[in-house]
């Protein structure tokens, strides 16, 4: 059996002229046969295969390195966790922003200065009114900036749920200026073109009579 294995091996060497000297390879393969070493199919691992990389003249096994890790041990995978720990300490991350699987007792309302609050609105209501359709684009939103400015005034255990309340508080004035501007011209749609005037005219729909444009 493992002299028909060296003859495949070396058929396929020659094919793909991986090595020179193919006596060379059938001489140690009997050799290893004559002396009662055993080899399975398959048996490649981290520890051996540079062995049957030599024999078969590979010269470059930087990929096959990566591959087996070099015969050291593999990496291991990093967690969330391992992740939010780099972004913390790089300063990407607030301390305390951290979310273990499945935990929703953060995702509560909270009290939250005034002074936020209004930042908040008067940031969706310039916002809305700039994307002329209702669509922000995330990447080009101070928003996260209101937000981080406000989260680092406060302890690190109190910054998830307060996160929480200003989604809430964005989200809800967000749809209402949506549903006015929707109720003044009730084609629109995201993503649609509106007039400016709905908004401007009405002070982003707060007047107490509207005023179409």
Known sequence: M????????????KKNGFY??????????????TRGYKMRIGEVNGNNYKFFLQMLGVKDSTALDAIMGN?????????????????????????????KEGDTSWHKIVPVSDDVRNKI???VRNEFLESGNGIIKADKSKMPSVNKA?????????????????SQIQTEEERRIAAYVRKMDPTWDYGKKF????????????NSVDVKA
């Open 20 to 33: 020179a000297d193919i006596d060379s390879i059938q001489s140690h393969y009997l050799s290893l046969f």
């Open 2 to 13: 493992v002299v028909n294995i060296v003859y495949c091996i070396i058929e396929n060497v």
């Open 121 to 123: 609105i008067e940031t």
């Open 195 to 206: 007039d400016p005037n709905i908004l401007i005219k009405s002070n982003f729909g707060t």
């Open 150 to 166: 406000y989260l680092k005034s406060l302890p690190a255990n109190e910054r998830l749920s307060a996160v929480w309340t200003l």
């Open 71 to 99: 015969g050291k041990e593999a990496p291991k995978t990093k967690t969330p966790e391992d992740f939010y720990q780099e972004d913390l300490r790089s300063g990407k991350v607030l301390d305390g922003m951290f979310v």
